[in-house]
């Protein structure tokens, strides 16, 4: 008799599971699964729970860019942003839709992290001076339309002189043939050139598909144009990554 195949994959939630390894053992590893098949380690544990002193250069001096006032920190992760400005006496509230790092976020001290997704954002979470999209997570936009839906969005539920600090990659600064054929591909199928469709995988664990929006400096002010919102200052940092300032028009 056949025996059923057990999912081993129930539990999707790879990434909760990740940092969750790490904060109890000291050790975890991520894999990044793109849809054509390229695989390549993630960022890791210095990325989710470095000390302030740790930080690259650009993301320390985009903290000295913060308007004075509450900060949504979106995609948050191990609270590694929040658990700074806490130490600075900043309210932050903070948002991911991994369970498990909500759960890593309370169990190291974040006051107030709420499992919700970025679509999910809305005026019950009250007003915000600042929008932090720390280590890429301007990604979480998903993909051109929904970016400006989502920065008019911002748009209703911050203060007139708010700022968005937004963390991406130009996906156009490589010579990598694996990244330009899939760039190649997106373009003729009408996506964005850094539009990329992943999952992230941890041992047995495997999130489901979703898209991350990497783009280019010129993109990204594109995408704001017509939102309420306009680019008005870039962070340079080693390689092909950037911080982008964002402020009403």
Not at 38 to 61: I, V
Not at 103 to 121: H, N, P, W, Y
Not at 166 to 178: F, G, I, N
Request: aromatic content about 8%.
């Amino acid at each position: 008799m056949r025996e059923e195949m057990v999912d081993l994959r129930a539990d999707r939630d790879a990434f909760g599971h990740m940092l969750m390894d790490y904060l109890e053992t000291g050790h975890s590893v991520e894999i990044i699964e793109r849809s054509d098949g390229n695989m390549d380690g993630g960022t890791g544990y210095l990325n989710y729970f470095a000390e302030f002193e740790q930080w690259p250069a650009h993301q320390q001096k985009a903290m000295g860019l913060l308007r004075s006032g509450r900060t949504l920190d979106m995609g948050c992760g191990a609270g590694r942003v929040e658990l700074y400005l806490q130490g600075q006496g900043v309210e932050v509230v903070g948002i991911d839709n991994s369970p498990l790092a909500i759960e890593v976020c309370k169990r190291r001290g974040v006051k107030d992290a709420r499992l919700l997704s970025i679509t999910q954002v809305s005026a019950a979470l009250g007003t915000f001076a600042n929008i932090v999209m720390m280590g890429n997570n301007w990604g979480l936009m998903g993909n051109h339309e929904r970016a400006r839906w989502l920065l008019r969005r911002f748009y209703k539920i911050t203060t007139p002189e708010a700022r968005i600090l937004a963390e991406s990659l130009d996906v156009y600064q490589t010579e990598d043939p694996r990244h330009l054929a899939y760039q190649a591909w997106n373009r003729a199928h009408g996506r964005m050139s850094g539009q990329i469709r992943l999952r992230v995988r941890y041992h047995l664990h495997c999130n489901q598909w979703f898209d991350y929006l990497m783009v280019s400096q010129e993109e990204m002010r594109e995408i704001a144009a017509g939102t309420g919102w306009r680019v008005t200052e870039i962070l340079p940092a080693e390689g092909a990554a950037y911080m982008g300032i964002l402020e009403k028009e």
